[in-house]
C-alpha cells in the first residue's frame, strides 16, 4: 500500500565516505535536497525566440541537521575526522531513503544517492535553550533512484544541552572568559568552485577556496558594558590598534562524562571582529552582548 505521507519516522539518511562504508546519521533531526538545472539560453540575430537552452550542470545540494547526542558528527561521517584543511578535498555519498508511514522504524526504504558529494558549509550551535545541533551542507552534481537507508540504533543515547558544555576545559577568549554565555556558534562557508576540463561535461573537482574564513560567535548576558574599545588614530604612520590573536578551544562533554568528548580547536589567530550591545528595551528582554571572532583556515573537530 502506497504511502500517505513522508514524515520524521519514516524517513533516512546515510552518508559512505570515499572507500568507506554506509553509516545511518543517529541524531538526524532534518534532511533536505534540492536539484538546480543551471541554463543559459542562447539566441541569434534575426530572430526574436529562443535558439536553444543549455544545461550548463546539474547542481545537488544535501542539507542534513543533527543534534549532538555522543555519537559521531556528521563531519566525522563524511570524512573521518580532524582539520578543514586535510579535509578538504574528501568526498561522500549520501542517501536519503523513504520508508513506510505506518511503521515504527525505518522499513522497506526507497533511496536517492547523491555521489561524489563535497561538503561545503558547516555550523555548530551551542544554545541554552534546546540541544546542542550540527549543520552539514553537500554540494555534488550527480542524483539518482537507488540504495537503501537502515534504521538507526534506537539506545538511549542523551542529547547534549547547556550543562554538557565544559567550560573548565575550554580555552576561551578574554573577553568572554567567565561570563555567562547564553549561545556560542562556529560557522565556515568553504566556497566551493567548480573546476572544469575539455572532453567532459562534469566538473573533475570542487576545491575550497582558500583563504577560508571560520567565525566563532559567543553571546553573553551582560553585567555591564561591552568595555571594548576603538580608536581610529589620527597619527601619521599608524594603522591603528588590532586586538589581539586568541586561541579558541570549545570542549564539551558526552552525556554524564566530565571529560570531553565533542573538541572544537580554532587554533590561537582568533581575533575579535565585532561586538554587539544589544537588547534590554521596555519590553522586558535582558541586554546581550555578542562577540564575533575570526581566523582562517584553522578548524580541527574530534568527537566519539
Same mark, same amino acid.
Given at each position: 500500500?502506497?504511502?500517505?505521507r513522508?514524515?520524521?519516522?519514516?524517513?533516512?539518511?546515510?552518508?559512505?565516505?570515499?572507500?568507506?562504508?554506509?553509516?545511518?546519521?543517529?541524531?538526524?533531526q532534518?534532511?533536505?535536497?534540492?536539484?538546480?538545472?543551471?541554463?543559459?539560453?542562447? !539566441?541569434?540575430?534575426?530572430?526574436?525566440?529562443?535558439?536553444?537552452?543549455?544545461?550548463?550542470?546539474p547542481?545537488?545540494t544535501?542539507?542534513?541537521?543533527?543534534?549532538?547526542?555522543?555519537?559521531s558528527?556528521?563531519?566525522q561521517?563524511?570524512?573521518?575526522?580532524g582539520?578543514?584543511?586535510?579535509?578538504?578535498?574528501?568526498?561522500?555519498?549520501?542517501?536519503?531513503?523513504?520508508?513506510?508511514?505506518?511503521?515504527?522504524?525505518?522499513?522497506?526504504?526507497?533511496?536517492?544517492?547523491?555521489t561524489?558529494?563535497?561538503i561545503s558549509?558547516?555550523?555548530?550551535?551551542?544554545p541554552?535553550?534546546?540541544?546542542?545541533t550540527?549543520?552539514?551542507?553537500f554540494?555534488?552534481?550527480?542524483?539518482?533512484?537507488a540504495?537503501?537507508?537502515?534504521a538507526?540504533?534506537?539506545?538511549?543515547?542523551?542529547?547534549?544541552?547547556?550543562?554538557?558544555?565544559?567550560?573548565?576545559?575550554?580555552?576561551?577568549?578574554?573577553?568572554?572568559d567567565?561570563k555567562?554565555?547564553?549561545?556560542?556558534t562556529?560557522?565556515?562557508?568553504?566556497?566551493?568552485?567548480?573546476?572544469?576540463?575539455?572532453?567532459?561535461?562534469?566538473?573533475?573537482?570542487?576545491?575550497?577556496? !582558500? *583563504?577560508?574564513?571560520?567565525?566563532?560567535?559567543?553571546e553573553?548576558?551582560?553585567?555591564?558594558?561591552?568595555?571594548?574599545?576603538?580608536?581610529?588614530?589620527?597619527?601619521?604612520?599608524?594603522?591603528?590598534?588590532?586586538?589581539?590573536?586568541? *586561541?579558541?578551544?570549545?570542549?564539551?562533554?558526552?552525556?554524564?562524562?566530565?571529560?570531553?568528548s565533542?573538541?572544537?580547536?580554532?587554533?590561537?589567530?582568533?581575533?575579535?571582529?565585532?561586538v554587539?550591545?544589544?537588547?534590554?528595551?521596555?519590553?522586558?528582554?535582558?541586554v546581550?552582548?555578542?562577540?564575533t571572532?575570526?581566523?582562517?583556515?584553522?578548524?580541527s573537530?574530534?568527537?566519539?
Amino acid at each position: 500500500m502506497p504511502n500517505n505521507r513522508v514524515f520524521y519516522a519514516s524517513q533516512g539518511v546515510s552518508i559512505t565516505p570515499e572507500g568507506g562504508s554506509a553509516t545511518t546519521v543517529q541524531g538526524a533531526q532534518s534532511v533536505g535536497v534540492t536539484t538546480s538545472f543551471n541554463l543559459e539560453q542562447a !539566441f541569434q540575430l534575426g530572430q526574436l525566440a529562443l535558439y536553444d537552452n543549455i544545461v550548463a550542470d546539474p547542481e545537488v545540494t544535501v542539507s542534513i541537521s543533527k543534534a549532538l547526542d555522543g555519537e559521531s558528527l556528521i563531519w566525522q561521517l563524511a570524512t573521518g575526522g580532524g582539520s578543514l584543511v586535510a579535509n578538504a578535498n574528501d568526498q561522500a555519498d549520501i542517501i536519503i531513503a523513504v520508508g513506510d508511514d505506518t511503521a515504527e522504524t525505518l522499513t522497506n526504504t526507497v533511496g536517492v544517492q547523491c555521489t561524489g558529494m563535497y561538503i561545503s558549509s558547516l555550523t555548530y550551535t551551542f544554545p541554552v535553550d534546546g540541544p546542542f545541533t550540527e549543520e552539514i551542507d553537500f554540494v555534488g552534481n550527480s542524483k539518482s533512484l537507488a540504495g537503501t537507508v537502515s534504521a538507526p540504533a534506537t539506545s538511549g543515547n542523551i542529547m547534549l544541552r547547556r550543562q554538557h558544555f565544559l567550560e573548565g576545559s575550554s580555552t576561551l577568549p578574554a573577553e568572554v572568559d567567565g561570563k555567562n554565555l547564553s549561545n556560542v556558534t562556529i560557522s565556515a562557508d568553504l566556497g566551493r568552485e567548480s573546476m572544469y576540463k575539455l572532453g567532459s561535461f562534469a566538473p573533475f573537482h570542487r576545491f575550497v577556496n !582558500f *583563504p577560508l574564513e571560520v567565525t566563532t560567535t559567543f553571546e553573553v548576558i551582560a553585567q555591564t558594558i561591552d568595555g571594548v574599545s576603538a580608536d581610529a588614530e589620527s597619527v601619521s604612520c599608524t594603522g591603528g590598534s588590532l586586538p589581539s590573536e586568541q *586561541p579558541i578551544v570549545i570542549a564539551l562533554c558526552d552525556g554524564g562524562q566530565t571529560t570531553a568528548s565533542y573538541t572544537f580547536d580554532l587554533g590561537t589567530k582568533n581575533v575579535l571582529q565585532s561586538v554587539e550591545y544589544s537588547g534590554g528595551d521596555t519590553s522586558g528582554g535582558n541586554v546581550t552582548i555578542t562577540y564575533t571572532y575570526s581566523t582562517y583556515n584553522e578548524l580541527s573537530i574530534t568527537s566519539p
